[in-house]
């Protein structure tokens, strides 16, 4: 977890700006102090064989999948392995030029080592957004036709998408108060409102069709409502389920990778030709999202060489959530999010001002054992600190991402168990 420090802000009250050979120095200074960390590839080898060989094996193996859509698949995962490799070589390059700005952060959990004096560059975000939006758009070439009825939700999601990086970006640099984060995914929301022309409809659960008096109950623009919700909740339940060295983005591998598995097992298991395309339709825009976050988290793994900043975890949450509004999977996507909906609900009191709501709510760093003590705040990080005992922040880190894939299988076991009797 990362203290902030601002850019510094050149005004007319403040001091004058350095001379061009004086900036030289300044710059090169910056890149003499940024020394990261290689990439921790083998974290990264590990999370892509445990999550890409189950989705790869569904989709071209177990299941009798369209050729055109196997060749989409396969287009898909060349582009966004490409992505993954070009931003092993950006986010180095990135990070130096957001220290020689200023923007940069002291690990909290490392308070009284020398690897909590160390400036972290941050915002990280900004560039993992960039080339994710590169590889989306590309690929329209190669998978929608001109006049595709996909392409106008796939753009509109796009744009939710690259509005939600800019103003995540702002946050980062202005450093926004609580209450205007909340409006912010709103904002970003608006192209995919606008632009959506799917089905207002949801199908009542059978146990409760007899109440209700219909099987499938039309909500019109309540259904949008939801879908604003969504993206709302979506986006600040990964900001505020964080503060240990890889949380946040491996929180969203771990998510990103059950949404692939679930498309590829719900387009093999059904004959409805607009579901496969809708599920397909989710594989083509997780995908890219899922290996550009590996790239990222191979240096945010511990001990992070960079902070994600709220540019990634605002643009995390947007990127899950309209895959989840337009692939049709919405409860699903939310038993996903199963993790962050618990923190939430433990966090309501510190988050409404029922108490008092400290601004990082981290636990406590012991120097001389380096262990994580968890404190009285409510939320998961040091919830599990409280029921599990102390312990390092990677030994948490990776508890709370099993915890996080543990859910994930529960979702999958319980879509099995009700399938046929709830929907």
Same mark, same amino acid.
């Given at each position: 977890?990362?203290?902030?420090?601002?850019?510094?802000?050149?005004?007319?009250?403040?001091?004058?700006?350095?001379?061009?050979?004086?900036?030289?120095?300044?710059?090169?200074?910056?890149?003499? *102090?940024?020394?990261?960390?290689?990439?921790?590839?083998?974290?990264?080898?590990?999370?892509?064989?445990?999550? =890409?060989?189950? !989705?790869?094996?569904?989709?071209?193996?177990?299941?009798?999948?369209?050729?055109?859509?196997?060749?989409?698949?396969? +287009?898909?995962?060349?582009?966004?392995?490409?992505?993954?490799?070009?931003?092993?070589?950006?986010?180095?390059?990135?990070?130096?030029?957001?220290?020689?700005?200023?923007?940069?952060?002291?690990?909290?959990?490392?308070?009284? $080592?020398?690897?909590?004096?160390?400036?972290?560059?941050?915002?990280?975000?900004?560039?993992?957004?960039?080339?994710?939006?590169?590889?989306?758009? $590309?690929? @329209?070439?190669?998978?929608?036709?001109?006049?595709?009825?996909?392409?106008?939700?796939?753009?509109?999601?796009?744009?939710?998408?690259?509005?939600? +990086?800019?103003?995540?970006?702002?946050?980062?640099?202005?450093?926004?108060?609580?209450?205007?984060?909340?409006? $912010?995914?709103?904002?970003?929301?608006?192209? $995919?409102?606008?632009?959506?022309?799917?089905?207002?409809?949801?199908?009542?659960?059978?146990?409760?069709?007899?109440?209700?008096?219909?099987?499938?109950?039309?909500?019109?623009?309540?259904?949008?409502?939801?879908?604003?919700?969504?993206?709302?909740?979506?986006?600040?339940?990964?900001?505020?389920?964080?503060?240990?060295?890889?949380?946040?983005?491996?929180?969203?591998?771990? +998510?990103?990778?059950?949404?692939?598995?679930?498309?590829?097992?719900?387009?093999?298991?059904?004959?409805? =030709?607009?579901? @496969?395309?809708?599920?397909?339709?989710?594989?083509?825009?997780?995908?890219?999202?899922?290996?550009?976050?590996?790239?990222?988290?191979?240096?945010?793994?511990?001990?992070?060489?960079?902070?994600?900043?709220?540019?990634?975890?605002?643009?995390?949450?947007?990127?899950?959530?309209?895959?989840?509004?337009?692939?049709? !999977?919405?409860?699903?996507?939310?038993? !996903?999010?199963?993790?962050?909906?618990?923190?939430?609900?433990?966090?309501?009191?510190?988050?409404?001002?029922?108490?008092?709501?400290?601004?990082?709510?981290?636990?406590?760093?012991?120097? @001389?054992?380096?262990?994580?003590?968890?404190?009285?705040?409510?939320?998961?990080?040091?919830?599990?600190?409280?029921?599990?005992?102390?312990?390092? *922040?990677?030994?948490?880190?990776?508890?709370?991402?099993?915890? @996080?894939?543990?859910?994930?299988?529960?979702?999958?076991?319980?879509?099995?168990?009700?399938?046929?009797?709830?929907?």
């Amino acid at each position: 977890m990362e203290v902030r420090r601002r850019p510094a802000a050149a005004g007319a009250d403040g001091p004058p700006r350095p001379r061009p050979a004086a900036a030289v120095a300044a710059a090169a200074a910056a890149d003499e *102090e940024l020394v990261l960390r290689p990439p921790n590839l083998g974290v990264v080898a590990v999370a892509m064989v445990a999550f =890409l060989a189950p !989705f790869s094996y569904l989709a071209f193996v177990h299941y009798p999948l369209d050729a055109d859509l196997r060749r989409s698949i396969l +287009i898909c995962g060349a582009m966004s392995l490409g992505g993954f490799f070009v931003l092993l070589r950006l986010i180095p390059v990135a990070a130096r030029y957001l220290l020689r700005r200023g923007m940069f952060g002291r690990d909290i959990n490392k308070r009284g $080592l020398p690897l909590g004096e160390i400036r972290v560059p941050e915002a990280l975000g900004i560039v993992v957004g960039i080339v994710y939006l590169v590889i989306a758009i $590309l690929f @329209q070439h190669f998978n929608f036709a001109p006049d595709s009825m996909w392409l106008v939700e796939y753009n509109a999601a796009l744009a939710s998408v690259c509005f939600m +990086i800019l103003l995540g970006f702002i946050d980062d640099v202005l450093d926004v108060p609580w209450r205007v984060k909340l409006l $912010l995914p709103t904002i970003a929301s608006l192209p $995919l409102l606008m632009a959506y022309a799917g089905g207002t409809s949801i199908s009542v659960p059978k146990p409760l069709a007899s109440y209700v008096g219909v099987a499938v109950l039309e909500l019109g623009s309540l259904y949008k409502l939801f879908m604003l919700l969504l993206a709302v909740f979506c986006t600040n339940s990964i900001n505020i389920h964080a503060g240990l060295n890889g949380l946040e983005v491996g929180q969203t591998v771990v +998510i990103s990778a059950a949404v692939l598995i679930h498309n590829v097992m719900r387009i093999g298991s059904s004959t409805d =030709l607009e579901l @496969q395309q809708a599920h397909a339709f989710s594989i083509y825009l997780v995908l890219p999202f899922l290996t550009t976050s590996l790239a990222l988290l191979a240096f945010n793994w511990y001990p992070s060489s960079v902070f994600v900043g709220d540019t990634y975890t605002y643009f995390a949450g947007m990127a899950l959530a309209v895959v989840g509004i337009l692939g049709h !999977f919405s409860e699903t996507l939310l038993l !996903f999010f199963l993790p962050e909906v618990l923190n939430f609900l433990c966090s309501v009191p510190q988050l409404f001002g029922l108490v008092p709501c400290p601004r990082h709510r981290l636990p406590r760093f012991d120097p @001389q054992t380096g262990l994580l003590t968890g404190t009285k705040d409510g939320n998961l990080v040091n919830i599990f600190l409280r029921l599990f005992g102390r312990c390092s *922040e990677k030994s948490l880190c990776i508890r709370l991402l099993i915890f @996080q894939a543990l859910s994930c299988l529960f979702c999958f076991w319980l879509r099995y168990m009700l399938t046929g009797w709830y929907k």
